[in-house]
C-alpha cells in the first residue's frame, strides 16, 4: 500500500484570513516566563510542545503568541472554548456582570442562578430538572457519583477502559486510562469493563458507528444486526456476572470517549448497557463533559445520539466557555437523597459563572453552532477520510460533528500504534504551519480534533492542507 514519497512539499499552506488585530505583548519575555515555570509552577502541569507556545490573545477560533503569531486552534483549550475565543457576547455579559455582583455564595438567593437553571433545563429532556452547579468535571463527575450511591443505596459503579472521568482520589477509580493513574489507592467500589471500540478492540466493522466515516474493517452482519454489539454486550454482562454484586449503584460511559480519542462504540450498545444496569437496581450517568452542548451536530447533548435518557448528567468544559464551572442535572427524587444531609459548594453557581453559562447558550442558538458542527464536522471527517485512503499510517478517522480522532498506526493491518517519536514529529510540523491539534489515546497515538464550535470549512481546508503537509514530510524523512 506504500507510496514512494518524491520531494513534493513545496510551499506552506495559506492561512484564511483574519482581520482580527491582538494588542502588544507586554508582559515577561519568554525566557522570563520558562524560568518562573520551572521554580514556581507544579511540574506535574506539563506543557505541549518541545518549545511550548506562550499565548497572550485569542479571538474565536485563533490564538495569538507573544510575538503576534496567528495559530488556527483545533483543542480549543482541551474542548472547552465552546463558542470561540472571547466571543462577544459572553465576553459583554461577563463584564457587565463583574460590575453588578461577583459573589454571595448559596445562603442568599441572587437572579443569575434561578435564570440560568431554568434555561439549561429547559434544553433536557423530563425527568432531567433539578441542578447543582459546580466548578469542574472531576468535581461534577465525583458528584454523580456520590448521588448514584446515596439514592440506590449501592455501591459499586462500573465504567468502560479508556474512560476519563476526572482526576480527584473518588473518580480516579472511575478514570481507565493507566497514564492518569498514580500509586496511591483509589477505585474501591469501582469496576472497568470492555471497551466496545470497533477499531481497536477484538470485534468491529464497517457498518457500527454513528459517524460518516467508518473503520476500514470489513463486516459481514445483515442489515439491521451488529455482531461487534452483540459480542461487547456479552462481555458488559460478563462483568455484571463476575465483577459486581447482584446490586450496583451505576454504570458511567462518555457517549463518545474524550481523552482516549474520540472511541465510538457499536450503534445501540449503550441502550442495552443502560438496560442492563438498571435491571440490577443501578443509575445510568452519562458524561457529558466534552460532548454537550451540540458539540456532537446532530443532537444538542451526546446521549441523545445513543437513543437513551440517562439519571444523572454531567456537564464541564464547553458549558462555560472556558470559565471555570460545571454541573450535575439529574431527577428530582435522585437529587432529593443528596438533601438528607448537608451538602454544600462555596463557588458553584456563583452570579458570574451563571451568568457566562447562560451567555454561552445563547451564544450557540443564536450563531446556530450546532448546525455549524454538524456541517463543518462532518465536511472535515470525509476529508480527513480521504487522507487516511491516501496514507496507510493513518489507521482511522472517526467522530462525529466536531469531536474528531485521527487514530495513526505503523500499518492498517497490524493496527499497531505509530510510535510517540513520529507522532510528535508530526504534531510539531502541523503548531509551526499554524495548527494546533491535541493528542489522546493510551499510547498517545491519536490527534484529537475539537475546536471552537465557531470553526468555518475555509478553515478546515487549511487545517486539512497543513496535516496532508505535515504527513508528506514525514514520509520523506523515513522513506
Known sequence: RQQKWKSSVSTQPKMPPCDFVPEKYESYPYERMQKIREQYVAPSLRMYYKRPLLLHQGHMQWLFDYEGRRYLDLFAGIVTVSVGHCHPKVTMATQKQLARLWHTTNIYMHPSIHEY???????????????????SGSEANDLAMFMARLHTRNFD??????????????????????????????????????????????????????????????CSCPKGVCHAKDQYIEQFKDTLNTSVPKTVAGFIAEPIQGVNGAVQYPRNFLKEAYQLVRER????ISDEVQTGFGRTGSHFWGFQTHDVVPDIVTLAKGIGNGFPMAAVVTTKEIAGSLAQNLHFNTFGGNPLACVVGAAVLDAIEEDDLQKNSKDVGTYMLLELAKLRDKFEIIGDVRGKGLMIGVEMVTDKDSRCPLPAEEIGQIWEDCKDMGV????????????????????????????????????????????
Open 117 to 135: 437553571a431554568e434555561k439549561l433545563t429547559s434544553f433536557l429532556p423530563d425527568p432531567l430538572k433539578v441542578v447543582y452547579i459546580t466548578n
Open 157 to 218: 459503579i462500573i465504567s468502560l477502559r479508556g474512560a476519563y472521568h476526572g482526576g480527584s482520589p473518588y473518580t480516579l477509580g472511575l478514570t481507565s486510562l493507566g497514564p492518569y493513574k498514580h500509586g496511591v489507592a483509589n477505585g474501591f467500589g469501582c469496576t472497568t469493563t470492555m471497551l466496545p471500540d470497533v477499531f481497536r478492540g477484538p470485534w468491529g466493522g464497517s457498518h457500527c458507528r454513528d459517524s460518516p466515516v467508518q473503520t476500514v474493517r470489513k
Open 281 to 284: 437496581g443501578g443509575v445510568c
Open 436 to 479: 494546533l491539534i491535541g493528542r489522546g489515546g493510551l499510547y498517545s497515538q491519536t490527534f484529537r480534533i475539537k475546536p471552537p464550535m465557531c470553526i468555518t470549512k475555509k478553515d478546515v481546508d487549511f487545517a486539512v492542507e497543513v496535516f496532508h503537509t505535515a504527513l508528506q514530510r514525514h514520509m520523506e524523512r523515513t522513506s
